[in-house]
């Protein structure tokens, strides 16, 4: 029963910004650290950032470190990944992860989002 659902996707210029977000439920959302992962074509599922259960710990990949912000707001089950000053490279399908600690590593969340598209063109 629980669900994680993104939205926020699209097709956008280099250096231009998108906010994805992730609504949960079917959990107590409050409990779960959670994380954002993308794949992009040809490769596997890489680590972009992950948040604390509170919110207060927030860890990000190299790439994209600066340019990204996530966030969370637990009374609306939802968190959400600021995405500033795009890149082509940053094209992928971006996931929402669920789970018991913050980690880059994606064998640590144990739900998952249907994934959103973002494109970045140049």
């Known amino acids: 029963q629980v669900q994680l659902v993104e939205s926020g996707g699209g097709l956008v210029q280099a250096g231009g910004s998108l906010r994805l977000s992730c609504t949960a439920s079917g959990l107590t959302f409050s409990l779960y650290a959670m994380g954002w992962f993308r794949q992009a074509p040809g490769k596997e599922r890489e680590f972009v950032a992950a948040i604390s259960q509170s919110g207060v710990s927030t860890g990000y990949a190299d790439s994209v470190k600066g340019r990204f912000t996530i966030s969370r707001t637990n009374p609306k089950n939802t968190v959400y990944l600021q995405m500033n000053t795009l890149k082509p490279e940053d094209t992928a399908v971006y996931y929402c992860?669920?789970?018991?600690?913050?980690?880059?590593?994606?064998?640590?969340?144990?739900?998952w989002g249907q994934g959103t598209q973002v494109t970045v063109s140049s």
């Open positions: 992860g669920a789970g018991t600690l913050r980690t880059a590593d994606a064998s640590g969340y144990e739900h």
